[in-house]
């Protein structure tokens, strides 16, 4: 599975950013893709998980509602929509595919096989 991220860059608090992440090279009934970002000094962070069905939805504890995952079969892309973006969300987000039969351990990101590059996202005055 090869994947490509983009979407991110430099806005303000209370802005919005969408992310979108580029598959290619799967069957559909194989994998299920994900989101997680990194901090300076600070480990992965699971964001959400989305199943290629669309059927269940998984988030990340702190999002609290303001991102929102889905997915474009249509054009074999991911999205991640983030809103009232905070400083404390600054970090590189990255996508990622997780194999169907690993889906009860989304969370993990050492259950994933292939990840995107990663976009950089920084919520600064």
């Known amino acids: 599975v090869q994947l490509q991220a983009s979407g991110g860059g430099l806005v303000q608090p209370g802005s919005s950013l969408r992310l979108s992440c580029a598959a290619s090279g799967f069957t559909s009934d194989d994998y299920d893709f994900g989101w997680f970002r990194q901090a300076p000094g600070k480990q992965r962070e699971f964001v959400a998980a989305?199943?290629?069905?669309?059927?269940?939805?998984v988030y990340g504890y702190f999002v609290k509602g303001r991102f929102t995952i889905s997915r474009d079969t249509g054009k074999n892309t991911v999205l991640l929509q983030l809103n009232t973006l905070k400083p404390e969300d600054t970090a590189v987000y990255s996508c990622g595919a997780i194999p169907t039969p690993n889906w009860s351990f989304v969370v993990y990101s050492q259950r994933y096989t292939s990840w995107g590059q990663g976009t950089q996202v920084t919520v600064s005055s």
């Open positions: 989305i199943t290629w069905s669309g059927g269940t939805i």
